[in-house]
Structures are given as C-alpha cells and as structure tokens.
C-alpha cells in the first residue's frame, strides 16, 4: 500500500511563508503525476500544483508566481513552497499521486492544515 506523509502546515501571517512537505513509501517514477490539493472550508477541494514524471509543472492561476512545486527524487518526497501567503490560501493540503492506471492507481495523503491570518 502507498504512503504519503505530508508535513509542514501551520499558522503563518499573511505575506508569509510555508514549505510542505510529502514523502512517499515509493520511488516518485512510479507515479506519472504528483500534486498538491487544497480544500478550502465549505469548498470542494482543487489542485493547486502538479508536477509530472518528466518534471512538468502547472499550477492553478491563484497560485502562479507565488508557490513552486518541486521534488527531491533521492528522498522520495514532493514539496510546494509557498510564498506571499494570503488568507485566501487557508485550507487543507492534500498530496496526491497518480500512477496513471486510474482511480485504482490514485492515493492521498492524511492532509495539513494550512492557515493563514489577515
């Protein structure tokens, strides 16, 4: 069964700064696709930053220019920096990977908590 164990979540002011972290139990070629979701209270919850097997990136408007999707490959772990944080950030991040088989082939970590004040 994979794992992912995010870490890194807390309470920043706004313009603030956040580094997630999620590790994962397999080596990151495995997964076609690693990400990062948000689920804002009372909203469904969105991708905020992906990052393919190749190394693509893409990332929701909201958060170009300010957050960076990156890995470590020898760590197995995916991180998102967050800079100039807003309050509108505030939600639950959740890492995900995908090993592109279909729904059998997606996993979800436990999910951080991300808050940030005005």
């Known amino acids: 069964q994979v794992q992912l164990v995010e870490s890194g979540g807390g309470l920043v002011q706004a313009g603030g700064s956040l580094r997630l972290s999620c590790a994962t139990s397999?080596?990151?070629?495995?997964?076609?696709?690693m990400g990062w979701y948000r689920q804002a209270p009372g909203k469904q919850r969105e991708l905020v930053a992906a990052i393919s097997r190749g190394g693509a990136t893409n990332y929701v408007d909201s958060a170009k220019g300010r957050f960076t999707i990156s890995r470590d490959n020898a760590k197995n772990t995916v991180y998102l920096q967050m800079n100039s944080l807003k309050p509108e950030d505030t939600g639950v991040y959740y890492c995900?990977?995908?090993?592109?088989?279909?729904?059998?082939?997606?996993?979800w970590g436990q999910g951080t908590q991300v808050t940030v004040s005005s």
């Open positions: 995900n990977a995908d090993m592109g088989r279909g729904p059998i082939g997606v996993y």
């Open positions: 397999e080596r990151i070629f495995s997964f076609n696709a």
